[in-house]
């Protein structure tokens, strides 16, 4: 059975890797992509999720890159190449993004506390939710001179992370994969 035949919903957004998901995949499988940011209202809390990397604006190589990757004109001429060539080049950038934040300090990967400030003000939200560091953590902000939480989501290798939320709680929950 697939997905999109089931009563469940699934939502994703584009991450680092998997920028050129586009329309296809999703009547494919029944996810509706979310645009990033985007806003929401989750039991009550007016909420913003991320991915997170618009944050990290330290990292202006990254930036560059994330910039011409989401370019359509880009993204076009790359799908427009042959399967084996496509795969060529997305080994040689992942090589290269490992090898460049080997040598990057955390603190450029990170992210920009002005620009969590900013994205929120912007937003008129207390409450951020997103990966991209896989730097698991409920921080406690003030913005704008109100209590607020950036909730960062870590990564899914030895253990997977997600976000418990109800109408009293939200909380930054863990478990390992087998």
């Known amino acids: 059975m697939f997905l999109k035949n089931s009563s469940i919903s699934v939502f994703a957004m584009h991450g680092n890797r998997d920028f050129l998901i586009g329309e296809k995949f999703c009547e494919d499988t029944g996810v509706t992509l979310l645009e990033d940011p985007c806003k929401l209202e989750l039991f009550g809390k007016d909420t913003l999720l991320m991915h997170g990397d618009l944050l990290c604006t330290k990292d202006v190589a990254y930036q560059e890159f994330r910039n011409t990757s989401r370019n359509p004109q880009w993204k076009k001429e790359f799908l427009d190449k042959p399967i084996e060539e496509r795969g060529k080049i997305t080994q040689e950038l992942r090589s290269k993004s490992k090898k460049a934040t080997s040598q990057k300090e955390d603190e ?8 969590v400030e900013e994205i929120m003000t912007a937003h008129d939200v207390k409450l951020l939710i997103h990966g991209h560091t ?4 409920v921080h406690s902000l003030i913005i704008n001179e109100t209590p607020a939480q950036r909730i960062v989501l870590g990564d899914w290798d030895k253990s997977a992370w997600y ?15 087998a």
Do not use: G, N, Q, Y
Not at 108 to 115: G, Q, R
Not at 134 to 137: A, I
């Open 108 to 115: 450029i990967m990170d992210v920009s506390p002005e620009a």
């Open 134 to 137: 896989h730097r698991p953590k």
């Open 163 to 177: 976000i418990w939320m109800d109408d009293e709680s939200c909380e930054l929950k863990e478990f390992p994969i």
